[in-house]
């Protein structure tokens, strides 16, 4: 359970967007909070919606119908709807600014309104020279960037479909995905930068671009501006390009595909989920301007890598009309305050980061008050893990209490969050402050029942909403995609979240249900003893995961840790017993220098799960350091 003392109130009251939008909609729901309007957002969907897409200002042809009833996996929303994702972006005529990690200084290169553009219609020329059409796949392996961002709008411009890698994957987890969609046309970095150290990525590209002959056009972005290429493909570097095709706003349907995100399966290749371009615009508006309060003017950037789903979700961020701001490189360099630094420098009133970054910084033992004056930053959003109690109080003292804590929690499945943050409530450490708007979000036991308060169970969606995917790529008869999301009760979502729910109606997340400890029956949380060691100071790292043992299973759990000694492994088990239950104590603990993490930083919990269980590691592409998974199986192979 946890605490009862909020870390952040709201205090002088600001006209935000969200109470604004509950007092115009007062006639519709009757009341005066979030908790009135969440209840006629999912019992009434066609007046809110509705309501939402001319509250938030999107632009096109809404038509009569906001939504269809229809039961999960169905999603019909705004048939009669036309729009341009790209209109909207640009529309309120917000500038972006890009913040290299080669530049310790800070200092962002600029580009307006119209450079944007001027950058969108020369990607729009080599697209009409290659002859995308609308539905035709183009792809990018590119770091963060204004390359990246304008391939993404020509993109949506062209009504082409678009997927992303970041240039750090390897070229097995790249082809594996990409393969899949048969794309014209490539756009990728011959280099990227991390931590200081360029990395040259041109035999990458070569064989991506020898694995899917269906490429025929190669955009070359870089210093190193040379790339053996199949005869097939016609090269033009980026600093060639012209921008002789003018940008349309062709407007289409709300449910037209606007790019594929993918995603690690339980099995198989990787999923490639399709996101409608309404769908995600509508949801991404949603939750940038009612939950986390981004206004006109703001400046905002979303720490992540464009292999992320939250790229995509950043970009939404143009048509609130603030401004776009990117950082490209590592976070922890030249320090682990980098990110705060350059916040600092480019006036930040939003900055977006992992949990797990935030857990860098605070067992680095450094200060964010070292930075200095950071008065413009009113709101931290996090996500890509649960954000733990501990490590949100620290981040709340470090603000002297004055900053807005946005933890929200969802995933590339969906674009975007089942639960997430309220500017005009508490927030209390270790949960997120309830269902966003237009979710039917629940917790349910094993026999398809919703649980009381503070007990563990799956996190579902019991309705349809906008970003709900249009389906798997390659999937037809939506066989996978069904047995993906919807396995367990016929027409609802089942995330595969293990979740609780508070008296307050906030939601804890405890950790992925299909990497959840079953120990002698009773399901355990990994975050549990997370939390358990949360705070112990030579633990820097901590893994956990259930290895069949004695026809049972026993929990093992691996640790980074500056002190290895057996008496350190009782300490520790004595403080997991002491703060959980002696059901959460592990049957072994296990030193390694290193854990197995995905790109975006997550615990690969499941991957180390394989191990165990002697499997095959599935997704291993999607590993930032696989080799990880070599120690962790000696240890459990030999113990």
Not at 141 to 160: M, Q, R, S, T
Not at 294 to 313: L, Q, S
């Amino acid at each position: 359970m946890s605490q009862a003392v909020p870390l952040w109130s709201p205090q002088d009251m600001p006209e935000i967007a969200l109470k604004r939008f509950i007092e115009e909609s007062k006639n519709f729901h009757g009341g005066d909070s979030l908790t009135d309007l969440h209840k006629w957002s999912i019992e009434n969907p066609d007046e809110f919606w509705r309501k939402v897409w001319d509250f938030l200002g999107v632009i096109g042809e809404r038509g009569a119908r906001a939504y269809l009833p229809e039961q999960l996996p169905k999603s019909i929303f705004f048939p009669e709807a036309k729009l341009s994702y790209l209109e909207n972006l640009l529309a309120p005529r917000s500038e972006v600014s890009l913040v290299r990690e080669a530049d310790i200084s800070n200092k962002g290169i600029h580009i307006s309104h119209d450079e944007l553009v001027e950058n969108i219609s020369k990607v729009l020329t080599v697209f009409r020279a290659a002859g995308v059409q609308e539905r035709d796949r183009v792809v990018s392996i590119l770091p963060i960037g204004f390359e990246v961002l304008a391939f993404l709008l020509a993109g949506f411009d062209a009504g082409a479909i678009v997927a992303g890698a970041s240039p750090e994957f390897g070229d097995s987890a790249i082809i594996s995905r990409f393969s899949q969609l048969e794309p014209k046309v490539l756009i990728a970095a011959s280099e990227y930068q991390w931590n200081g150290k360029i990395f040259d990525r041109r035999e990458m590209i070569s064989q991506v671009l020898e694995a899917i002959p269906s490429i025929t056009n190669l955009i070359l972005v870089g210093e190193s501006n040379e790339v053996v290429a199949p005869e097939r493909v016609r090269v033009t570097r980026w600093n060639e390009l012209t921008n002789s095709k003018t940008i349309s706003f062709a407007r289409r349907d709300f449910d037209h595909p606007a790019y594929v995100l993918f995603t690690s399966g339980t099995t198989g290749v990787p999923k490639g989920l399709i996101h409608r371009s309404g769908g995600v615009l509508l949801k991404h508006l949603l939750e940038q301007k009612l939950h986390c309060d981004i206004r006109p003017g703001d400046r905002v950037c979303f720490y992540t890598t464009t292999g992320w789903m939250m790229w995509n979700w950043s970009i939404s961020i143009l048509a609130t009309g603030a401004d776009l701001v990117l950082f490209d490189g590592s976070p922890n360099y030249p320090d682990v305050l980098r990110l705060f630094h350059f916040a600092q420098a480019e006036k930040l009133t939003h900055l977006g980061l992992s949990a797990r970054l935030l857990d860098v910084i605070k067992e680095s033992g450094k200060s964010i008050k070292e930075v200095g004056d950071l008065a413009s930053l009113r709101t931290i959003m996090v996500t890509g893990s649960p954000l733990s109690a501990s490590t949100a109080t620290w981040l709340s003292r470090e603000f002297d209490g004055k900053i807005f804590i946005a933890p929200f929690s969802g995933g590339t499945d969906i674009a975007g969050s089942f639960t997430g943050p309220n500017p005009l409530a508490p927030y209390f450490a270790g949960e997120m402050q309830g269902p966003l708007l237009g979710m039917d979000v629940d917790v349910f036991d094993d026999a398809g029942n919703s649980v009381a308060v503070d007990v563990m169970g799956e996190l579902v969606c019991k309705k349809p909403f906008p970003s709900v995917p249009l389906g798997i790529w390659g999937d037809s008869e939506h066989a996978r995609f069904i047995g993906t999301y919807f396995h367990t009760w016929p027409g609802v979502w089942v995330h595969g979240d293990l979740t609780s729910k508070t008296e307050r109606g906030g939601i804890i997340i405890h950790g992925r249900s299909d990497a959840t400890l079953n120990i002698a029956g009773v399901r355990i949380g990994t975050s549990e003893i997370y939390s358990a060691l949360d705070g112990v100071g030579e633990i820097t790292g901590a893994l956990a995961i259930a290895q069949p043992w004695n026809g049972d299973q026993r929990i093992v759990l691996f640790l980074i840790s500056s002190d290895t000694t057996e008496e350190f492994i009782e300490k520790a088990k004595k403080i997991i017993r002491a703060k959980t239950s002696p059901r959460h104590v592990p049957g072994a603990i296990f030193f390694v220098r290193d854990l197995p993490r995905t790109f975006n930083g997550k615990l690969a919990e499941i991957a180390a799960t394989d191990v165990a269980h002697g499997r095959p590691v599935r997704n291993l592409g999607s590993l930032a350091n696989p080799e990880s998974l070599e120690e962790i199986g000696k240890f459990l192979l030999t113990s």
